[in-house]
T-cell receptor
């Protein structure tokens, strides 16, 4: 079983929809949670970073962490065609410098 | 802005060749990483370095080596390229006191 599970999609939604992307994890040592966005043939770019349970909002993006359920989510409001990309969740814990990534969810927002 | 550059965007090599992939950062970050990305498998850590001349194996180091002679530069070496090393290679950097990594644009390597 992978340490981080993420549905690969693809997820196709109409423009303006609310998008929900999710990851589950099994390692209780993970304390820091990130979401990266990766456009085709580009490197991942950091979208959201959080280390506590609860919600963190940044513009149209909300990151949600539930450590008791080992579940994290990224919500995108008023989705735009420019949001079409692969979204990767990533996690870090004490004692390991590197991140552990989910396999990524491909999102397509239809105009 | 953090800038991470990789020496090539696309590379085609023959089986058995020695391949060098280079990563350069301009933000004085202590930590540098090499990942490979394959469909369905996500990003997997090959090697990382937390200081000049210091390195640690990641999850899939077999067939690879690394070099960090200067703080800003981290090289990935494929001693004898094989077809199963065809992949997207991503370099990342991270400041010492955070867990936020910054990625380069990637090198898509094809080994024929």
């Amino acid at each position: 079983q992978k340490e981080v599970e993420q549905d690969p999609g693809p997820l196709s939604v109409p423009e303006g929809a609310i998008v929900s992307l999710n990851c589950t994890y099994s390692n209780s040592a993970f304390q820091y949670f990130m979401w990266y966005r990766q456009y085709s043939r580009k490197g991942p770019e950091l979208l959201m970073y959080t280390y506590s349970s609860g919600n963190k909002e940044d513009g149209r993006f909300t990151a949600q962490v539930d450590k008791s359920s080992k579940y994290i989510s990224l919500f995108i409001r008023d989705s735009q065609p420019s949001d079409s990309a692969t979204y990767l969740c990533a996690m870090a814990g004490t004692g390991r410098r590197a991140l552990t990534f989910g396999s990524g969810t491909r999102l397509q927002v239809q105009p | 802005d953090v800038k991470v550059t990789q020496s090539s965007r696309y590379l085609v090599k023959r089986t058995g060749e020695k391949v060098f992939l280079e990563c350069v950062q301009d933000m004085d970050h202590e930590n540098m990483f090499w990942y490979r990305q394959d469909p369905g498998l996500g990003l997997r850590l090959i090697y990382f370095s937390y200081d000049v001349k210091m390195k640690e194996k990641g999850d899939i180091p077999e067939g690879y080596s690394v070099s960090r002679e200067k703080k800003e530069r981290f090289s990935l070496i494929l001693e004898s390229a094989s077809t199963n090393q065809t992949s997207m290679y991503l370099c990342a950097t991270m400041p010492g006191q955070t867990d936020t990594q910054y990625f380069g644009p990637g090198t898509r390597l094809t080994v024929l």
